[in-house]
């Protein structure tokens, strides 16, 4: 809740208005039967121009309710999408300050979640807390007073009534509350299974499990009809308990009025507001209580909110100029260990590489090579050791000149939607048309781009969708090459490539970017067997390092990775 | 309005079967209506009965006969009344409330049922998050609109036609005054929900642009990390952020205003009929105190004559969500079935050839991918497909398995027919592992014996072990009774390929297609699994769709597409004497020396 007071203060005009907008809307509500009273009283007196002079200010106060109402409205909108739209921001402001462990730690579907759905429910409980909630303490409150000035004997009826009443809310909505977390949960099964299907039809289908699946189906499913059936039974039991409640005490109230009549009879005149003013609080209560359960969820919204901006980004850069590194990388003794892991990823990992010699990565899934390469332009710090660019220990760069210095082509990284070129001047804002084409022509990318009918204009879909495995792969390496870093490092980068544009690429680098380092990753021996040094990694340690010649004739583990991918014995081809 | 027929179709056919619950439903509404329309005026007797009893009691001749019995009585009535009210709706929501979660629930598991009877092309040509949409908003938004809205549609339309009858009992010219502004509202109500429904779509619109961007951008998070674009990314948050703050404001006081609107105009009705209705008193013909009388009367009603007009249009928005949630669905029920022979033949096997004859194939008209594909094969052989993407080799998997037919052409195992095969049979002797393992919730050993859920732990065990899986499940905490969900990717890609082959294991194919797994996966995992396919293809009939041919040197055919024909054919060592293009893309794989 505490997240919300600033935003509330910056738009506290807003939320004046639309609060002295509700008030007059409760005047208005509570004065109406009064006037109404007035003009009976003159009906009967036959007093024709009091009735006229009432009966004006009863459409004078109609129209100032709808007035009320639709200012009311408008400001309430103003105000919460105001509080959306700026908490939003801060939102998403604030997750792009995040390292590569604070996107880790929330999960970047989670962290989406938190700034549409999550955002959503503020912004509706802001609109309906200006728009409804501020009134219901109002009627509650008037009608409670007007209740007991009316009738101040009875003013036990009116406390077993609210006792009886509160009561009955709580438990339902307890018994609710925790029906619709199943009723959840349930719905989720529900999903599951039915995504599940989606995504497997054909293993259903060629299995002949279609008649299974529909009995895993409906169990889930049946008791997700018998929870809201509950759920529908405890509000068929509530509202005519509460009208119930509400009339018996009415009843009551009367009878006790008949039983004193003789001493009060002017109060057999005032049953009839005595009724309308506790069916308001009746009102009032139930409102009250449907407030509640839906500012439940928005207070865990707000929670979850909350969590992601008090998250401080794990990471800070140094300050300082800019500054230009050169391209070796020395890796010195680095141990390393994914925050929530018990085990490290990397154990004492040394190495150096030369600027503008290719560094070669290779080891089983899961054996490092990745966390390794992440480590180069500072995405994680490592636990002990040292990682240097250009002689300098990474922490001592300032962030933009580490992200200058080190191009990292991810084996899925995809280009925004926008067109090509949008992507390309978003890495290198000076990007003439040459330059763009220069870079596409390393990563082959050049023939089918501008094959395409707008060329480097072409549009980029969500996803990149609109281009093949292979062309997205080609597309990121442009993107990769084209401000010239001093470290290119291609982390699977080419799985989708075929051996003979791998080999185009590798060689267009050698040329035309002769003093960038390249690192590769790869599960291909193809890949990186010109590599200047090829790194062999096996469960977090650097097991072998050498040229492809030396390896082969001396490491058992990236022998054995070999002999899985070397041509069958016997007669080559031509 | 054409949605309106379909959607009137639709719950037509889900809410037939409760035709007596609604029927029930609705004369305990009127029961309860009538009750709540006629305990006031228990409470108007009993508080003229006390007005009496007083004027008695004041006169001491007669304070004697002063007593309170009637009184009470009327009491007693005014609360049995609401006890009728009470009971009479607690039945009728019950009732309400079963038949919308009994109904919803067979709609559920209908739209279930039906999504396992269509055809797969269906599902290749819907993506799956538009079909799921089915099952999370539609259904959803079903659900809701029965559940609230019925009964409040119900009880707007018994009270609506309660108030009318009471005021045309009292006094016709009054009702028709009370009634006089109701166009007025309606037209006012239509034009706010006009405006409402075109910013409220405009506001979808643009929340759907914002929320595709965050998706996007916070997704591909770690790109913008390394490539230092956080400022952009803020920037073109910032243009999406701000255009929905416009937008959303205009649908939500459009959307708003309509309540305060109708209330207000309540209210202006109230007191149009206080101004008629002291006029009639005034200058009518009726004595001052029945006309009083009927003005109070009136004006309680003009009260509650807009509740139900209020209530209607309140729910409009749900209503339209169900109506076009019920077209959605009713599309997907439209869809045909597969086809099924009529008697179709019995299949035990294949005992000698499976020939795909000329078999032509497009997935859509006029876009033909296979253009006469001959391919025979003996039993126990296997032959490998082999070609670049989009040359058709996964296609001739989705005719082996009758996912599609052929356009011409034919495919038979022994002379017959597939399309003359009992198609469950057909499936139990065909066996696929894909390139994508899907695995389902539950544990290791329900998904192992997924083809046969009744198989006992032995046959799961030898399964897992010809499938070369076996060492790493009894290495889990749990064993084969460790939980596979989807969400948790616990196991990598490998591991869930070796568990798919097991499944197939178990289930004994004689015709076996298997999809090679493509990327994610290393080299020596592949070359694991490899050693589980072999295990598998033993003693059967085999297609093997390669990516890397590492895996097909010991087919005994290896048949090579492009464009949807078959441009070589023969074993390894013929096909490399060939050079033509599987020796090209042979030498572009491997490493050599």
Sequence with gaps: MKVLIPYLKRYWVNATVATVAVLVLVFATLWQPRLLQTVMEAIMANDKSTVWQDGLWLIALAVIGIIAGIINTVYSAKLALGVATDLRADLYQHVQKFAYADIETFSASNLVVRMTNDIQQVQGVVMATFQQVTRIPFLFLGGLILALITMPQQWWVILIMLVIIVAVAIVAFKQLSRLFGRTQQLIENVNTVARENLMGIRVVKSFVQEDNQIATFAKPSDELRDVTTRIGEVFAVLMPAFFLT??????????????EATLHPTYIAAISSFTSYLSQILFAVINGSFMMTFATRAFISLKRINEVLDHAPSMTFAEGPEREVAGNITFDHVTFTYPGDDKPTLQDVSFTIAAGDMLGIVGATGSGKTTLAQLIPRLFDPDSGRVLIGGVDVRDLPEKTIRDAVAFVLQRSTLFSGTIADNLKQVQPEATSATMRRAAEIAQAAEFIERLPEAYNAPVEERSANFSGGQKQRLAITRGVIANPEILILDDATSALDAESEKLVQEALDRDLKHTTTVVI???????????????????RVVGAGTHRELVANNTIYQEIYQTQKAKEGRLPA | MKDLKIAGRYYWHYLKPYGWGFLFTAILIGISTACVVIAPTYLGRAISELTEYLKLWSNPATRGGANLADFHGTLIAYVLFYFGDASSLLIASWLLAKITAYSTGTMRIGLFRKMQRMRVQYFDQHSDGDILARYTSDLDNIFNALNQALIDVFLAI???????????????TLAWITMATTPVALGLAAFVMHKAAAAVDQQQTDVGALNGYINEQVTGQKVIITNGLQKDSVAGFQV??????????????WSGILSPLLSGLSLLNTAIVIFAGSWLALNGQMSTGAALALVVVFVNYAQQYYQPIITLTSLYGMIQLAITGARRIDEVRSQPDEVRPVNGKAINGIKSELKIDDVRFSYLPGKEILHGVTIDVQKGEMVALVGPTGSGKTTVMNLLNRFYDVDSGQITIDGVDLRDLDLTQLRQTVGIVLQDPQLFTGTIADNIRFGEPTAGMDRVIDAAKQANIHDFIISLPDGYDTKVSDEQNIFSAGQKQLMSIARTILTDPRLLILDEATSNVDTVTEAKIQKAMDNVIQGRTSFVIAHRLKTILNADRIVVL??????????????????GFYAKLYRNQMVFD
């Design chain 1, 522 to 540: 790869a599960e291909k021996i193809s890949s990186i067997i010109r590599a200047d040094q090829i790194l062999v990694m096996d469960e977090g």
């Design chain 2, 240 to 253: 999406h952020n701000q255009t929905v703050r416009k937008t959303a404001e205009r649908g939500q006081i």
């Design chain 2, 562 to 579: 492009q464009h949807g024909r078959i441009i070589e054919q023969g074993s390894h060592q013929e096909l490399l004497d060939e050079h």
């Design chain 2, 158 to 172: 018994a009270q609506l036609i309660g108030i009318l009858i009471m005021m045309f009992n009292q006094n016709v």
């Design chain 1, 246 to 259: 509400a009339n018996i005490a009415i009843a009551v109230a009367v009878y006790l009025v008949g039983q």
